[in-house]
């Protein structure tokens, strides 16, 4: 074998090896798939019940939290948006309320326990609240409340285009 043809050989083994490195596995393909339509499941659902907005303070498992509205619709203590979007989806739902500096989950159907997540708060120092607060989305690995997701979460803003809560979405790792 010729010089050139080997170099040209190793280039081309080493582009291919290169670029493999890219391209998401099947497995992790098929969850990015699954978590960006229960996202857009998630999404549709509310905007459906009318504009967001957020109205008083409700009581969410013994926290107080900013109620959040999607048009007439409270969705503190109401589950029934989540768990239908969880039904057609898998994985876990939650709709969080921005009261004050954090964000309380008020809809949710993260277990915690031997119930459900609400009242709990979005990690004030993780990489989530960065990207939310910035009016970015966040989609990736996260671990709540000790266990690991594949997660998307999406700034949700009211008509003024103020961050009034997230939209979450995701999957047990």
């Known amino acids: 074998m010729n010089r050139a043809r080997f170099l040209h050989l190793a280039w081309t083994a080493g582009f291919l090896v290169a670029a493999s490195m890219f391209i998401p596995t099947t497995g992790y393909s098929q969850t990015d798939t699954k978590v ?7 999404k549709a659902a509310t905007n459906k ?12 498992s013994g926290k107080n939290a900013a109620a959040l509205y999607f048009g007439k619709t409270k969705v503190n203590n109401d589950f029934s948006v989540v768990d239908a979007v969880t039904r057609e989806n898998g994985g876990t739902a939650t709709l969080f309320a921005k ?43 996260v671990d709540i409340l000790g266990t ?11 008509a003024s285009g103020k961050i009034i809560g997230i ?3 995701g999957y047990k790792k």
């Open 99 to 141: 009261t004050e500096d954090e964000y309380v989950r008020v809809s949710t159907n993260v277990p915690k326990g031997d119930g459900r997540a609400t009242g709990t708060i979005l990690d004030p120092k993780g990489k989530v609240i960065v990207q939310i607060n910035a009016g970015k989305p966040f989609y990736g690995d």
């Open 49 to 60: 019940l009318g504009t967001p907005k957020l109205e008083g303070m409700d009581p969410v």
């Open 167 to 169: 939209w979450y979405v």
């Open 36 to 42: 960006a339509k229960a996202m857009a499941d998630l």
């Open 148 to 158: 690991m997701y594949s997660t998307g979460y999406e700034p949700i803003k009211d």
